[in-house]
């Protein structure tokens, strides 16, 4: 049972270049979201889908583009990678979306952007 | 702005006793309020929730407790085992929302 899996685990680019952090997950849970974790801001939510080719904007979209063309994959596109978006990330997926549905976590995904 | 706060950063606790996490938050709308748990080099795992309509969950060695007027929660793990050692964070919702709000976490020691 694999759950849910990203993927790269660690990656290092350049300003200005764009990046692509997969998320698989084998569960056919409908929602997933992508989380970022950062020194003094815990988790904050990046985007989140609730089926293939409904996505929709969290707490911090700016910067990042998602797609979900099928049910298990949900990657996350930094079109133009800033320094600020030097991160953890995790992606994470739910059954349904009701209040105090728990979330699925990835082991996340590591970025540094020089 | 922070609407879910842990305020220490770092807990050490002996093998046996009692910790003790907090939590507060500072949106009155939040109505659902979880604890997950994080390992280094794994994605945060779900631990123990309570609803407001609840002052207390267990759940084993886990127990949650919620003060409403206070905007304020906690996390008891009795008795600690050095596989608790982590970080914590604690997360809240509002029914309807999409969004699940987390703290900054705390990193639980538990020393044998």
């Known amino acids: 049972d694999a759950g849910i899996t990203q993927s790269p685990r660690y990656k290092i680019t350049e300003t200005g270049r764009q990046v692509t952090l997969m998320c698989h997950q084998t569960?056919?849970?409908?929602?997933m979201f992508w989380y970022r974790q950062d020194l003094g801001h815990g988790l904050r939510l990046i985007y989140y889908?609730?089926?293939?080719?409904?996505?929709d904007k969290g707490e911090v979209p700016d910067g990042y583009v998602v797609s979900r063309s099928k049910t298990e994959n949900f990657p996350l596109t930094l079109e133009s990678a800033t320094r600020s978006q030097t991160s953890v990330y995790f992606c994470?997926?739910?059954?349904?979306?009701?209040?105090?549905?728990?979330?699925?976590f990835g082991s996340g995904t590591q970025l540094s952007v020089l | 702005d922070q609407q879910v706060k842990q305020n220490s950063p770092s807990l050490s606790v002996q093998e046996g006793r009692i910790s003790i996490l907090n939590c507060d938050y500072t949106?009155?709308?939040?109505?659902?309020f979880l604890w997950y748990k994080k390992y280094p080099a794994e994605g945060p795992t779900f631990l123990i929730s309570?609803?407001?309509?609840?002052d207390k969950n267990e759940d084993g060695r886990f127990t949650v407790f919620l003060n409403k007027s206070a905007k304020h929660l906690s996390l008891h793990i009795v008795p600690s085992q050095p596989g608790d050692s982590a970080v914590y964070f604690c997360?809240?919702?509002?029914?309807?929302?999409?969004?699940?709000?987390f703290g900054t976490g705390t990193r639980l020691t538990v020393i044998p």
């Open positions: 309570i609803s407001s309509i609840k």
């Open positions: 569960w056919s849970h409908s929602y």
């Open positions: 949106n009155s709308m939040f109505d659902y």
């Open positions: 889908s609730a089926a293939a080719d409904i996505t």
């Open positions: 994470a997926s739910s059954v349904h979306r009701g209040v105090g549905e728990k979330l699925f």
């Open positions: 997360a809240a919702t509002e029914t309807g929302a999409n969004n699940l709000f």
